[in-house]
């Protein structure tokens, strides 16, 4: 098993710019999440998804969208892309949503300038 | 809401001496709590956790934790660290809301 994949793992942005983040797992697990990581903030939840067609809201998810049409994919989307959305963005995924261990793809750092 | 607080920034320790990092975590009932190591560039990995049971916890790379409810703690322990222990170290903390709230980090220092 490949586990959760991420696409790209680097990438620069002018302001303004959209683009998605491609994360897919081969688990066939039913929760899905993104996560931006920042200095001195741990990790803070933009997105979730308890399966497929459902998705829903974490902690920081303005400016972010997400649609999970697949159990595999879960892609996040800047739609405009800001300075203040530049940091390393995680997606991870776990058998359901009760199960809470997670497993994290390997990343991608996001600069916005 | 749960919360979980990582006092340590940053810790260095020499090689072959032991480890301690701290996690105190504000939930009302038991929690799920996890340790996570970040190696520079590198995604998370789970290290252990702790559902129920044993207060005492093994997990990978001969770490430990010791879950202690009267002080609502879940410190990450290593008797001698190596090298390649330098990393970022996040403690978790799962609740009834299904989701995972993360500290800080603490970032681990190996000096030879």
């Known amino acids: 098993n490949a586990g959760v994949t991420q696409t790209p793992k680097f990438q620069v942005l002018k302001t303004g710019q959209s683009m998605t983040l491609q994360c897919a797992q081969d688990?066939?697990?039913?929760?899905m999440s993104w996560y931006r990581q920042d200095p001195g903030m741990g990790l803070r939840l933009i997105h979730y998804s308890v399966g497929a067609g459902i998705t829903d809201q974490g902690e920081v998810p303005n400016g972010y969208n997400v649609s999970r049409s697949t159990t595999e994919d879960f892609p996040l989307r800047l739609l405009s892309a800001a300075p203040s959305q530049t940091s390393v963005y995680f997606c991870?995924?776990?058998?359901?949503?009760?199960?809470?261990?997670?497993?994290f793809g390997p990343g991608t750092r996001l600069t916005v300038t | 809401a749960q919360s979980v607080t990582q006092p340590d920034i940053h810790i260095t320790v020499s090689e072959g001496a032991s480890l301690e990092l701290r996690c105190n975590y504000s939930y009302g009932a038991t929690p799920y709590l996890f340790w996570y190591v970040q190696s520079p560039g590198q995604g998370l990995q789970l290290l252990l956790k702790y559902f129920s049971g044993d207060t005492l916890v093994q997990g990978i790379k001969g770490f430990e934790a010791e879950f202690k409810r009267s002080q609502s703690s879940f410190n990450l322990r290593k008797p001698s660290v190596h090298w390649s222990d330098a990393a970022e170290y996040f403690c978790?903390?799962?609740?009834?809301?299904?989701?995972?709230?993360f500290g800080a980090g603490t970032t681990v220092t190996v000096r030879a």
């Open positions: 688990m066939n697990h039913e929760y």
């Open positions: 991870a995924s776990r058998r359901e949503r009760e199960s809470y261990e997670q497993y």
């Open positions: 978790a903390v799962g609740a009834g809301d299904y989701k995972l709230s």
